[in-house]
T-cell receptor, first 116, second 113 residues
């Protein structure tokens, strides 16, 4: 595709349920990022993949959050035992890899997660 | 941890007026990026600054990186209604090659015709 895609666009779930959010990055982008954005805030870093491996997962708030990228392309963010505080827009971004620092990140449209 | 602060949080201008948003980091940055997010949209990359004291221009937008590489600014000359949105700076600190950015809270710009 032409850009980063994310599915679903909206997800409503009940407290305690498990959810999976999917990100399909731009073809050829080896770097993939997950962010969480709450109203009135900037994107908050969650995890960064370089290829298949999580290069930096320091932003994951707790062990209920987990992400995978098994083939180095599509990534899935998994949230267990969801809480109302998890409600936010989850953004995925991808970029060309660089060993000298960050490149331009291309963001997807996001998944709006609402936990009732 | 690294903190990136932006001021003002919000600004409302009349079309044709100038606008400036400021970004300050608690630590020295390797580089800084700026993004624009339209209402209901996602962040879109504007520019990256790398060198101390660097100034870059994109039409009516002027970006500066401070000499100490701890602050940056975005100035828009003669705003237009198409400039409406939230402008974020995002700082990169590490030298490990890991590409993690810390975003500020953004400055929301509203332009009245």
């Amino acid at each position: 595709g032409a850009g980063v895609s994310q599915t679903p666009s909206n997800k409503v779930t009940e407290k305690g349920k498990y959810v999976e959010l999917r990100c399909d990055p731009i073809s050829g982008h080896t770097a993939l990022y997950w962010y969480r954005q709450s109203l009135g805030q900037g994107p908050e870093f969650l995890i960064y993949f370089q290829g298949t491996g999580a290069a930096d997962d320091s932003g994951l708030p707790n062990d209920r959050f987990f992400a995978v990228r098994p083939e180095g392309s599509v990534s899935t963010l998994k949230i267990q035992r969801t809480e109302r505080g998890d409600s936010a827009v989850y953004l995925c971004a991808s970029s060309l890899s660089s060993g000298t620092g960050p490149n331009e990140q291309f963001f997807g449209p996001g998944t709006r997660l609402t936990v009732l | 941890g690294q903190q990136v602060m932006q001021i003002p949080q919000y600004q409302h201008v009349q079309e044709g007026e100038d606008f400036t948003t400021y970004c300050n980091s608690s630590t020295t940055l390797s580089n800084i990026q700026w993004y624009k997010q339209r209402p209901g949209g996602h962040p879109v990359f504007l520019i990256q600054l790398v060198k101390s004291g660097e100034v870059k221009k994109q039409k009516r937008l002027t970006f500066q990186f401070g000499e100490a590489k701890k602050n940056s600014s975005l100035h828009i000359t003669a705003t237009q209604t198409t400039d409406v949105g939230t402008y974020f700076c995002a700082g990169y600190k590490g030298n490990s090659g890991y590409s993690t950015l810390t975003f500020g809270k953004g400055t929301m710009l509203l332009v009245s015709p």
